[in-house]
Every structure is written in structure tokens, then in C-alpha cells.
T-cell receptor
């Protein structure tokens, strides 16, 4: 069975500081990896995903994540955060190959709080 | 806006009552997923449909829960004889299955409070 561990439940940082949100997964099969963001009282929005190819993936708003197969990690980073990045961030894993349920297994989430 | 929609957004009910939620997926998506999210936790998979067929159900989906997708378009999730432990956010997501469609798109969720 697949599982995801987000190592930090809360991460407070100052505006314009760098941040890293940690995610480790376990799976016996090849996987797809995702980061979703959830703003208060809203649904989940896809931030970025790793399917195959380059292990470094980027989002349009400055976040990036690196797939590390040997360490089974998919940490999320941003070099300089803004107040608007305050949200809950979820790491998720699904079966890799096309076919099957491809249901998402989520971590418990990391609450990112940006202080001015 | 052609995203995933869910209704109602909020539902307050008394213990023992039945409730039904609706999800309208993105129109060309043939897969539809239901998840439940309790406070402070990540979403947990409940069930999914490919077109009108319900292909998998989680152990979390007790006999009091039933989901349908009668024409392969919208879906409903019904909870019978609600319990306080059913209080949660119920999320719906949809995705296609043709090439390059590996992303699940989520609706805003229905927040259920059982008194």
C-alpha cells in the first residue's frame, strides 16, 4: 500500500524568506507525485506534478519540487515566499501507469504561515 | 467556469437524518472520485467511477454510504442515518483518461456538520 508522510504539520516563515516543505512516500510500484494547495474554505488546486522525465518540476508561481527516487522524497521549495502563499499544502501519490484506480493518497498536510 | 462544482457547499443536519450531496464534474472527464477530509487531515479516498460504473470503494465507505453516477455525468453521495463522526468536508474530483490527463481536478467541497 502507498503512503505519504509530510514531516512538518506547520511551517512559519517570514515574507521573502526561502521555504522547504518536506514529503516522503512509500510505494512498491512506480508512482506519480503531486503537490496540491488548499486556501481557506476552498477545494484543492494542483500546484505541480511529477509523472516522468526530469526530476525537477516547477509551478507557474515560483514553487519547485524534486523527485528523489533513492530517498523516496518529493520536497517542495520556494526561494522567496509571499503573504499570498499562506495556505495548506498537501503532498499526494498515485499509481504510475495509466490504468487502475489512480486514486490519490495524501499526506496530512503542512500549514504554511507567512509572517510580514 | 467549467470546473468541478459541488452542491450544497454547506450542510448542517441532525444525527440520524439522511443527506445527499451532488458533484458535477468537468464535462469531458469520464472518471469521478469522492474523498473525505476531516479537520487537520489530508483527504482520504472513498470511491471512484469510470463513466457510470463504480469500480472501487474504500473500507471507509460503510453501508450507510452510497454513491451513484447514473448517466456517467453528475454523481451523488448519500449518507443515511448520519452520525457525528460523519462531520467532514466531502470533496469530489474528476479526470480524463486519454493521454496527458493525469491530473485530478477538485471541486470546492461540501462541508457537512452533524449535530
Amino acid at each position: 500500500a502507498q503512503s505519504v508522510t509530510q514531516l512538518d504539520s506547520q511551517v512559519p516563515v517570514f515574507e521573502e524568506a526561502p521555504v522547504e516543505l518536506r514529503c516522503n512516500y512509500s510505494s512498491s510500484v512506480s508512482v506519480y507525485l503531486f503537490w496540491y494547495v488548499q486556501y481557506p474554505n476552498q477545494g484543492l488546486q494542483l500546484l505541480l506534478k511529477y509523472l516522468s522525465g526530469s526530476t525537477l518540476v516547477e509551478s507557474i508561481n515560483g514553487f519547485e519540487a524534486e523527485f528523489n527516487k533513492s530517498q523516496t522524497s518529493f520536497h517542495l521549495r520556494k526561494p522567496s515566499v509571499h503573504i499570498s502563499d499562506t495556505a495548506e499544502y498537501f503532498c499526494a501519490v498515485s499509481d504510475g501507469p495509466i490504468g487502475g484506480a489512480q486514486k490519490l493518497v495524501f499526506g496530512q498536510g503542512t500549514r504554511l504561515t507567512i509572517n510580514p | 467556469d467549467t470546473g468541478v462544482s459541488q452542491n450544497p457547499r454547506h450542510k448542517i443536519t441532525k444525527r440520524g437524518q439522511n443527506v445527499t450531496f451532488r458533484c458535477d464534474p468537468i464535462s469531458e472527464h469520464n472518471r469521478l472520485y469522492w474523498y473525505r477530509q476531516t479537520l487537520g487531515q489530508g483527504p482520504e479516498f472513498l470511491t471512484y467511477f469510470q463513466n457510470e460504473a463504480q469500480l472501487e470503494k474504500s473500507r471507509l465507505l460503510s453501508d450507510r454510504f452510497s454513491a451513484e453516477r447514473p448517466k456517467g455525468s453528475f454523481s451523488t453521495l448519500e449518507i443515511q442515518r448520519t452520525e457525528q463522526g460523519d462531520s467532514a468536508m466531502y470533496l469530489c474530483a474528476s479526470k480524463g483518461t486519454s493521454g496527458g490527463t493525469d491530473t485530478q481536478y477538485f471541486g470546492p467541497g461540501t462541508r457537512l456538520t452533524v449535530l
